[in-house]
């Protein structure tokens, strides 16, 4: 049972940025796909970010409107970061890592496409 841990989080002034990362544990976290999501106060989990497994040979990502232009996705073979920046107060959220084995076209931004999770990591902005 794969586990993740997300870090990184904290408070930034409206136009800051924060760079969150996200580990592994308990198998090969190379070999997954990972997203980036989160969770506003009141509203509906959403995708921000994600990134190809480490074992193919071209990283590929892809970033949902949520954040797009404001969020860059990288990995190294046992980190997935999420550099955040301009972050302004609706970006005020949870933000959790998510892992899955499967075919980078089946990563898409559906919650249900995602099989590990982490525990989360706020991010609260001020204006």
């Known amino acids: 049972q794969m586990q993740l841990v997300e870090t990184g989080g904290g408070s930034a002034q409206a136009g800051g940025s924060l760079r969150l990362s996200c580990t592994a544990s308990g198998d090969d976290f190379r070999k997954y796909c990972v997203a980036w999501f989160r969770q506003r106060p009141g509203k509906e989990r959403e995708g921000v970010a994600r990134?190809?497994?480490?074992?193919?040979?071209?990283?590929l990502t892809s970033y949902a409107d949520s954040m797009r232009g404001r969020s860059t996705i990288s990995r190294d073979p046992d980190t997935v970061y999420l550099d955040l920046d301009n972050l302004n107060p609706e970006d005020t959220a949870v933000y959790y890592c998510a892992a899955a084995w499967r075919p980078w076209n089946s990563c898409t931004f559906e919650t249900y496409a995602w099989n590990y999770w982490g525990q989360g990591t706020q991010v609260t902005v001020s204006s």
């Open positions: 990134v190809s497994p480490a074992t193919i040979s071209t990283t």
